[in-house]
């Protein structure tokens, strides 16, 4: 799943996908300088306790979203 934050004419990219590699969980992230991060997690519980997290404090630093993209349209 994709999710898109954006403030002003920034926009930053969230994936929260599974491992590609392995069992896990991992969130990408792509700044809006087009520099990529990669976190990875055992369980969804991690995952979605650090997209809760992220997603807090993207809001707190002016960030508007996410508005979110899955791929089937």
């Known amino acids: 799943m994709f999710y898109f934050f954006k403030r002003g004419n920034e926009t930053v990219q969230c994936e929260v996908r599974s491992e ?11 700044d809006h300088a087009g520099a990529v ?3 990875r997690f055992n369980t969804s519980e991690q995952v979605h306790e650090r997209w809760m997290e992220l997603h807090r404090r993207f809001e707190h630093d002016g960030w508007w979203g996410p508005a979110a993209q899955d791929g089937r349209g």
């Open 20 to 30: 590609t590699d392995g069992p896990g969980y991992e969130i990408v992230i792509t």
């Open 37 to 39: 991060t990669v976190e």
